[in-house]
């Protein structure tokens, strides 16, 4: 039974299922394109990919990488090859330039820099930028003539506005905008992001902020505001390419420069309001924007197809089966594999430790530091070291696991009953027979908990290792996140939570059995005041 | 051989700028009962605590049946020994029977359960004990199951540090009683750290009235008591409301 488990979770570890292991392959490796976990990069990934496999080059997908400091390191390091970056982010995220506001200067200035520091390059942008964006109904725009922030400034005093708490607050948001155009509202209403344009085409309030190429903006007909003073920094979108793929498949970079000022504002909005709110498919819509673009064959006609009816989710759930199991068996793997290795180095590190003290102290403490580290951010350590994929998840996992570990057997070990160990010895136990015979065994309630406590850290940071690549239950969560798609978050969390109370009733049983028989009255009573 | 079974000769030891032990030199023949007596910090603990090597003492020298003690293996020699602690250190995850048996099976006896009832028995501990665990006896049958573990490998010498001192009066006067017995059909050799001077002078056939590091009297107990050395030993024995 054991046997059998471990053999699947080894398979899990070797069959690459697109979101394999980071090991390189020592031929021509496929291009290996990636997205940021937010629906438009998604799609602009998708359509990369697609545009390649077109032209006979193969492709690797790694979509969802957690954020902009993710998927820049992966592209740096050459674990990844292309993914759709924004002037602005490059700008302010990655340069940490001062903000500019003209947007062939903010392009120039990213080129440069990133071509000189890096050997990264910016094609030539898309054709739209995703920055923010002051959107009002079609009726109020024609009502007052709205055409600009400047035309909005006239009338503002007569509307209502709602804006998330987040743009009332930054300076590069409201309070910065109504200075430079003068803006005085009738009143500013905080809204959540999920609510506002329900709540601005309800007439509730006059005027929302969002992104420019939200789909909402297409759906309810919105019109966005010219920003005529240029106050918001420019985000355009373009295909940020490494090093390697410029110098061993300079074809590759000539497709995708094929994009190029392809992608207006408006198309871009239509075809993230079909995935974000529509629910069609990424694939399915990339490959109908690329045969509408013209850089395709026309779509085969079912590929395309909405889904008309939903199925239930418990149906949901059963269409997904095969997928559910892999992400399962992948996320074990990512608990288990680390759990086994922290008990395999921290167990017998505490125990050398206990009979060094002086030396203990200092070093937990370091072990301690590890757990600092906020989980996206030393993931994101681990990829210029191994790159994406399943290799730096499990190192990161295994580095989180040390610390309950080696504390929990180190104080359990030393505080085993103290007059116990003084016979122990006082009657003639060599050290090591004091620890094999007294203190392990009286400190197994401890240790157990320690490892415990890791199993549980362990499920929960496991599902952000989908945001390296790295694939587990994290993936439908991390996907569902950036589509909008509450069904396929659910069927990624509610297995990751069972799997969880598995996990520390499994754990919980191995703890009570590992007890002393004697100790477990006390056990249980500890256990009761918990 | 017919030396003592301990011999101890000018031994000292210090703890930082604390000298526990100050030139102590205390012969404890075979088959007697020594009691180290004094109060806290006078240094009877260090004392028995140096004959089987839980102290490293700083000078002097310890023999123990003619060996001396640093030219021996550490844990044969406490293996050698018995030793009671006083609040019993028995081992809480094992049954009791497996916490007799602790020396025997350590030197790998084949008899070693056989052994642990036989000292059972010598300590007053019925068999039906052996299968218990230590929580669910009282104070004074861990006790006695303490001095069983003590001889169970066949010690001939018992270092017993305060070993009735939690007891009830009830309890420690039938232990004592159980350790007179046992001492006289086992031939054994004790040394007992005790803080009790009444339960000194019952049991030992010599006490070492120790103060501040030094021995302050060595002497059997009728000559202790009717003739105390130093002003610091009436007043000792006053104290305790021992009628000289």
Not at chain 1, 219 to 228: M, S, T
Not at chain 1, 297 to 302: D, E, F, L
Not at chain 1, 327 to 351: K, S, Y
Not at chain 2, 131 to 136: F, S, V
């Amino acid at each position: 039974m054991l046997r059998l488990a471990a053999a699947a979770l080894w398979a899990a570890l070797l069959v690459p299922n697109g979101a394999a292991a980071g090991l390189r392959q020592a031929g021509a490796r496929p291009v290996v394109v990636a997205s940021k976990p937010f629906g438009e990069s998604y799609l602009l990934a998708e359509m990369f990919a697609q545009l390649l496999e077109s032209r006979g080059i193969p492709v690797e997908r790694r979509a969802g990488l957690g954020a902009t400091q993710v998927a820049f390191a992966a592209l740096r390091s050459g674990a990844i090859d292309v993914y759709p970056e924004y002037t602005g982010t490059g700008l302010l995220a990655i340069l940490h330039a001062a903000p500019m506001h003209d947007a062939g200067a903010v392009f120039d200035t990213v080129q440069r820099a990133f071509e000189q520091r890096w050997g990264i390059r910016w094609l030539p942008p898309l054709g739209f930028e995703n920055t923010y964006a002051i959107a009002v109904r079609a009726g109020t725009a024609s009502r007052y003539g709205l055409r600009t922030l400047s035309d909005l400034a006239r009338v503002a005093p007569r509307l209502t506005a709602g804006f998330t708490p987040d743009f009332i607050g930054r300076a590069d948001g409201l309070p910065g905008l109504a200075h430079v155009y003068g803006l005085h509202f009738a009143a500013v209403r905080p809204l959540d992001q999920a609510l506002k344009y329900r709540a601005l085409a309800s007439g509730k309030v006059d005027v929302v902020d969002g992104y420019s190429t939200d789909g909402s903006i297409a759906r309810y007909g919105l019109v966005v505001l010219g920003d005529d003073r240029h106050f918001f920094p420019p985000y355009q979108a373009a295909a940020l390419v490494g090093a390697r793929l410029q110098r061993d498949d300079p074809a590759a970079v000539t497709v995708l420069t094929e994009l190029s000022g392809r992608l207006s504002a408006p198309v871009m909005r239509a075809l993230n309001q079909r995935v974000e709110i529509g629910g069609e498919s990424v694939a399915a819509v990339a490959t109908a924007a690329l045969a509408s673009l013209g850089l395709t064959q026309a779509p085969r006609a079912v590929a395309a197809a909405p889904q008309t009816t939903k199925p239930s989710f418990t149906a949901y759930l059963w269409q997904r089966r095969a997928t559910l199991w892999n992400e399962t068996l992948r996320h074990l793997l990512l608990v288990a594999v680390p759990l086994v290795a922290g008990i395999i180095a921290g167990v017998p590190l505490a125990l050398w430790l206990e009979r060094r003290r002086r030396a203990a102290e200092p070093v937990i403490r370091a072990v301690g530091v590890l757990q600092t580290i906020p989980s996206i951010a030393l993931l994101a350590i681990m990829i210029p070291l191994l790159g994406v994929g399943v290799w730096p998840a499990l190192v990161a996992l295994w580095l989180y696991s040390l610390y309950p570990i080696v504390r929990g057997t180190f104080t359990a070990v030393r505080d085993a009953d103290p007059s116990a160990v003084a016979a122990g010895r006082a009657l003639g136990m060599t050290p090591a027979q004091v620890l094999r015979w007294i203190r392990t065994p009286l400190a197994a309630p401890g240790i157990m908990a320690g490892i415990r406590t890791a199993a549980v850290i362990d499920v929960g940071t496991a599902t952000l290792a989908a945001f390296i690549g790295a694939g587990g239950l994290g993936e439908p969560i991390a996907t569902g996140l950036a589509l909008n798609d509450t069904r396929l978050i659910l069927s990624g969390a509610i297995p990751a939570a069972v799997l969880a109370l598995i996990v520390d009733a499994l754990l919980a049983a191995v703890e009570w059995s590992t007890t002393p028989e004697p100790l477990r009255a006390a056990a249980r009573e500890r256990s009761r005041d918990r | 051989m017919t030396g003592p079974a301990v011999r101890i000769e000018r031994v000292s030891k210090s703890y930082g700028h604390v000298r526990a032990l100050i030139d102590v030199s205390v012969d404890v023949p075979r088959g007697a009962c020594v009691a180290l007596v004094g109060e806290s910090g006078s240094g009877k603990t260090t004392l028995l605590r140096c004959i089987n090597r839980l102290v490293a003492f700083d000078a002097g020298q310890i023999t123990v049946f003619g060996s001396n003690v640093l030219e021996s293996d550490p844990v044969a020699l406490r293996r050698a020994i018995g030793y009671v602690p006083q609040d019993g250190g028995l081992l809480p995850h094992w049954r009791v029977r497996r916490n007799v048996a602790l020396v025997p099976w350590l030197d790998g006896a084949p008899d070693a359960s056989t052994r642990a009832e036989r000292a059972m028995a010598a300590v007053g501990l019925e068999p039906g004990m052996a299968e218990r665990w230590p929580h669910e006896l009282s104070g004074g049958q861990q006790q006695r199951a303490a001095v069983a573990r003590a001889v169970a490998g066949g010690q001939s010498l018992v270092l017993l540090d305060e070993p009735f001192g939690a007891l009830d009066a009830i309890a420690r006067s039938d232990l004592q009683a159980m350790m007179i017995a046992l001492r006289e059909q086992s031939s054994l050799t004790l040394v007992l750290v005790t803080h009790d001077l009444t339960e000194a002078f019952r049991l030992a056939t010599a006490v070492v009235v120790m103060r501040a590091g030094r021995v302050e009297q060595h002497a059997p107990p009728a000559d202790i008591r009717n003739a105390p050395a130093t002003p610091y030993v009436a007043a000792l024995l006053a104290r305790a409301g021992v009628e000289p």
